[in-house]
């Protein structure tokens, strides 16, 4: 007996019980869209988050206080470091210890309330040196950044982001105002143009002074939290952080890396942890739908026990005609690969619809720049897995239909 | 020449724990040609008889020989392969499948014979006139009448040209004139060289057969040939 013979007879076996199959799949349909959707959104999140972090540049490398994280979740040895001090950004800056550097600048940083007149604005200060312009590629749209001097002075000139200008001051002419915050007034000599969101910052929506500033009379400590320093070229980095790491450890007096306060880290160390973040919650996530399948697929096993009982006379006269045991087998397996599949790829367009319409909802709400991905690898598991789940819980059935007798299968009233 | 050649052909049902005997060792030859009523009370064993010769049941001990072949030690699949292209059915409650149409219907036993399927439909478009279903070829066997239906069966056990139909009281769900057209084709198909073996329990559809076996208690009584044949004209009535 041909393939496709057997493949007419199953369609036409479902087609006679329309509503009842379109029951049966719902189970797939639920859960290979819950993995579709979990898929897509888990790759737009992980695009979306590797673009913005690849938009740093990848010659740029960031020094942290404390020890590496040694996972995801281990916050610990980052946390209330204060290892990394102003002698260190000034032996860093130096070309004799870190001749691959293009630019070196520290940041420190802390919320802030900031006032002009009655307006007020919750917010962030990053202090920082003139420097931090070229590694984060920042423009001016009005006045100037403050200078190496401002920050040797502690002076209060800042440079405020866009967002901040619209809510204190509402007009364009903000040159010279002097805003307030931490009970000390600052003149704001810079505007910042409008950039959106940049990795971890939003320079739209923060203010910058000089660090010594910002440490002096806003957070009230003396080290640094941060150092970030662009590489003259990307191929430079694996050299700059050995530099890096052997002038720190010189000022520190450390002879054995084990004891190292501090960590480098670069762009790609970053992304790949974020990698490792969003594919941890997918697989997750996508388990949890998964489970909702192997739910599915006993309901199909249960309507399909349901079908071969209430179609013995069918079997049994099939039999009488000439269909072998293998014929039977076959006809009722496909029946459940076809029931599975279709649910499957009715869940992936649910699924892929469903992720559409979300990137758009995120977009909207939050503003985002959410690619919409076309989950492919979800598209094929959701294909392969339906299809498995329909052999695997179809095959009992279908041995049950293939094994009865041709009479036993006449006589079933 | 024989073409069923049954010895010593026992069926014992085991049903929770207790014995039916449904065959004793039967010893029956037909020949090609013949056209055999196997009559006798309900719980003799005549369907059982019938099941056991149409391969779609195994008797529980004795010699079957099918056209020169023995074949008691035959596997579930060459058994189905012997029904597929020797045997032909006919049911007395039709077994057609319904929400198909007359034509799918007939072609069902090409289907497993791996016969593709502009071939299938040539066949089966010659029996559909020779059951003279013409004009209802394409209807879903439901829309049929009784009559109508057994036309259908008869066409589709007719299909694989098998050399003998097995026909179980074709005529026990149909009113008497549709049973007379269905008892025309049958000496029709004998005719033609088909072997017939029916069962009945009425004496005027067993006196269409040559051969009259009666059944009682799992043995046969009697065997004799049928003296005053009824030969169901085409002109006593209209199809």
């Excluded at chain 1, 204190?168 to 910042?192: C, H, M, P, T, W």
């Excluded at chain 1, 029946?335 to 319409?357: D, N, P, R």
């Excluded at chain 2, 299909?159 to 026909?167: C, L, S």
Aim: charged share 20%; glycine share 10%; aromatic share 6%.
């Amino acid at each position: 007996m041909q393939f496709r013979d057997t493949f007419k007879i199953s369609v036409k076996g479902l087609s006679t019980h329309r509503g009842r199959s379109l029951l049966t799949i719902l189970g797939i349909v639920i859960g290979i869209t819950s993995i579709t959707l979990v898929n897509a959104i888990g790759d737009s999140a992980k695009s979306m988050i590797l673009s913005e972090v690849e938009g740093l540049g990848s010659n740029n490398v960031f020094i942290l206080p404390g020890k590496e994280p040694a996972g995801p979740s281990d916050f610990g040895g980052s946390i209330l470091n204060n290892s990394l001090t102003a002698r260190d950004l000034e032996s860093l800056g130096r070309k004799s210890n870190v001749p691959d550097a293009l630019s070196v600048a520290p940041i420190v940083f802390g919320p802030v309330v900031a006032s002009w007149e009655s307006e007020v604005y919750s917010t962030m200060v990053i202090g920082t040196t003139p420097e931090l312009v070229d590694i984060y590629g920042l423009g001016l749209d009005q006045g100037e950044m403050f200078t190496a001097d401002d920050v040797t002075q502690a002076s209060d000139n800042v440079v405020i982001g866009k967002k901040v200008a619209d809510k204190l001051f509402g007009q364009s002419d903000i040159i010279g105002e002097k805003i307030k915050f931490k009970d000390n007034n600052f003149r704001v000599i810079g505007l910042l143009q409008e950039k959106g969101q940049s990795p971890f910052v939003n320079f739209d929506e923060i203010i910058l002074a000089p660090y010594t500033t910002a440490q002096q009379h806003v957070l009230g400590f003396r080290y640094i939290q941060r150092i970030a320093i662009t590489a003259t070229s990307p191929e430079v980095v694996p050299g700059l952080i050995q530099d890096i790491e052997s002038t720190l450890r010189d000022n520190h007096n450390i002879t054995d890396p084990k004891d190292d306060d501090f960590y480098v880290t670069t762009m790609k160390d970053l992304a790949n942890s974020i990698s490792t973040v969003t594919d941890i919650l997918t697989i997750l996530l996508g388990s949890v739908a998964g489970i909702s399948l192997v739910v599915g697929g006993v309901g199909i096993m249960n309507i399909m026990l349901v079908s071969v009982t209430e179609r013995t006379r069918e079997i049994g006269l099939r039999k009488a005609l000439g269909a072998t045991n293998s014929d039977i087998l076959k006809q009722f397996l496909t029946e459940a690969i076809i029931l599975t599949v279709l649910g499957g790829i009715i869940g992936i367009i649910f699924g892929v619809g469903l992720s559409f319409l979300a990137t758009i909802a995120v977009n909207r709400i939050w503003g985002l720049n959410f690619p919409f991905t076309l989950p492919i690898s979800g598209i094929i598991l959701g294909v392969s897995v339906s299809t498995i789940i329909g052999f695997v819980f179809g095959i009992y059935p279908a041995r049950q239909a293939s094994k009865k007798s041709p009479m036993d299968a006449l006589r079933y009233e | 020449m024989p073409l069923i050649s049954v010895k010593n052909l026992s069926k014992i049902y085991e049903t929770d724990g207790s014995e039916t005997v449904g065959l004793k060792n039967v010893d029956l030859v037909i020949n090609e040609g013949e056209f055999v009523a196997i009559v006798g009370p309900s719980g003799s064993g005549k369907s059982t008889l019938l099941q056991v010769l149409g391969c779609l049941d195994r008797p529980t001990s004795g010699e079957y020989i099918l056209d020169g072949k023995n074949i008691q030690d035959y596997s579930d699949k060459e058994l189905a392969e012997v029904r597929n292209k020797k045997m032909g059915f006919v049911f007395q409650q039709f077994n057609l499948l319904p929400r198909q149409s007359v034509l799918e219907n007939i072609k069902l036993p090409l289907v497993y014979a791996g016969i593709d399927e502009p071939e299938r439909t040539r066949i089966a478009q010659e029996m559909v006139d020779l059951v003279e279903l013409q004009e209802r070829a394409d209807f879903f066997t439901t829309k049929l009448s009784g009559g109508q239906k057994q036309r259908v069966a008869i066409a589709r056990a007719l299909a694989n040209n098998p050399k003998i139909i097995f026909a179980d009281e074709p005529t026990g769900s149909l009113d008497s004139k549709s049973g007379e057209i269905i008892l025309d084709f049958l000496q029709d198909l004998n005719d033609k060289g088909h072997t017939i073996v029916l069962v009945t329990h009425e004496s005027y559809v067993a006196d269409s057969a040559k051969r009259i076996i009666h059944i009682r208690d799992g043995n046969i009584e009697k065997d004799e040939p049928v003296i005053t044949r009824r030969i169901i004209s085409k002109e006593g009535f209209k199809r």
